[in-house]
């Protein structure tokens, strides 16, 4: 089983920034794809985006796509995501995951591992 750790999350007004991390515990998180997914109060946890193992495949959501942007570091053992243009809407837990399989998938239940998420709060 892979540990996972979010960081990043906060505090923002909106049109502002932040960039999550997901560190993870060994090294075989190079050998899989991984996703990010958030949950709001009171709403289903959502994908947000996805990136193969090599990184050379992402995809993101629709509500995503152009303002926010998924890598990994696989030297380090990390994933991140570049959130800009953040809006109230955005706000939520977000959570990093694994799968046990190269590809990525939007869907959660083909993830096996999770971290326990990092608090993204958007003002207006």
């Known amino acids: 089983q892979v540990q996972l750790v979010e960081s990043g999350g906060g505090l923002v007004q909106a049109g502002g920034s932040l960039r999550l991390s997901c560190a993870a515990s060994e090294r075989t998180f190079s050998s899989r794809a991984m996703g990010w997914f958030r949950q709001a109060p009171r709403k289903e946890r959502e994908f947000v985006a996805a990136?193969?193992?090599?990184?050379?495949?992402?995809y993101n959501a629709d509500g995503v796509k152009g303002r926010w942007t998924i890598s990994r570091d696989n030297a380090k053992n990390t994933a991140y995501l570049q959130m800009n243009s953040l809006k109230p809407e955005d706000t939520a837990v977000y959570y990093c995951a694994v799968r046990s399989t190269l590809y990525p998938s939007s869907s959660l239940n083909n993830y096996n591992d999770w971290g326990k998420g990092t608090q993204v709060t958007v003002s207006s």
């Open positions: 990136i193969s193992r090599t990184g050379d495949s992402t």
